[in-house]
């Protein structure tokens, strides 16, 4: 089975702070050793995606969203709870960026279900097994093994490893800030592929410069307030073990 990936929050395994980006003034879970601020986020390969929990007694302040520049593509994000639209960072983020940008082209990401929110947190998504929002299997699944992607900034053509991951890409220093996209993982090296959470607070303990076990690098950030919105409703919905009681779904993921 594959390893979770997820954030960490104040529920067991949760993951995904951020800041001003540069041109500003800026997936079965498996256990994770808690740190100071939460947990590790996302579970692949024989484990779950995981991410870092949520910090204990998160402030009940709504957190203040800077919009994007919108310089790149924008991904339009269908849910059956309203719209939302990212600017994704080819410019600062040319490998993740892409690799989402392929599966979301490919219609890899609609029909799929949100399988872990959290309010004042993050909303995860992106495993293929929440086709089927009750499936056991959610929070694990990735991107076909070996299957491969066009380096947009570059040309160059990039194949995802034996387990659908892709390397991780620790370069523009973006903090993941409310309103960002950050790729979820298992907190081993290069165990990113197609989960990501969206932030809904500043979550700056799981930059991947920062101190600490957590990684995972912003790829992408809505537009306008009203995107935003839409985020921090969905992780306001009821669930049950942090999953959706009624599935919140993706219906489409268009590019432009």
């Not at 992408?220 to 919140?248: E, N, W, Y």
């Amino acid at each position: 089975m594959a390893k979770r990936q997820e954030l960490g929050s104040a529920p067991p395994d949760s993951f995904p702070q951020a800041m001003p980006r540069h041109r500003h003034a800026t997936v079965a879970l498996v256990s994770l050793t808690f740190v100071a601020a939460g947990i590790v986020l996302f579970r692949h390969a024989n484990a779950a995606p995981t991410m870092l929990g949520a910090p204990a007694g998160a402030p009940a302040v709504e957190p203040t969203f800077t919009p994007a520049i919108q310089a790149n593509p924008h991904a339009t994000f269908h849910t059956s709870m309203g719209t939302f639209v990212a600017e994704i960072f080819v410019d600062s983020m040319p490998l993740t960026a892409s690799n989402f940008l392929d599966l979301a082209r490919n219609g890899f990401y609609d029909g799929l279900h949100f399988h872990r929110v959290i309010p004042g947190f993050m909303d995860q998504f992106g495993c293929p097994f929440t086709r089927d929002p009750l499936s056991p299997r959610a929070g694990t699944g990735g991107p076909p093994p070996g299957s491969t992607f066009v380096n947009l900034a570059t040309g160059e053509s990039i194949r995802r490893n034996a387990d659908g991951t892709i390397p991780d890409e620790h370069t523009a220093r973006i903090s993941n800030a409310p309103g960002t996209l950050s790729m979820a993982n298992t907190g081993r090296k290069d165990s990113g592929g197609s989960q990501f959470f969206m932030n809904t607070v500043h979550n700056d303990f799981l930059d991947w410069f920062s101190p600490g076990e957590s990684k995972h690098p912003v790829f992408g950030k809505v537009v306008d307030q009203a995107s935003f919105d839409v985020m921090v409703a969905i992780s306001k919905t009821p669930t049950r073990d942090d999953c959706p009681v009624t599935p919140v779904t993706m219906k489409s993921v268009t590019v432009a």
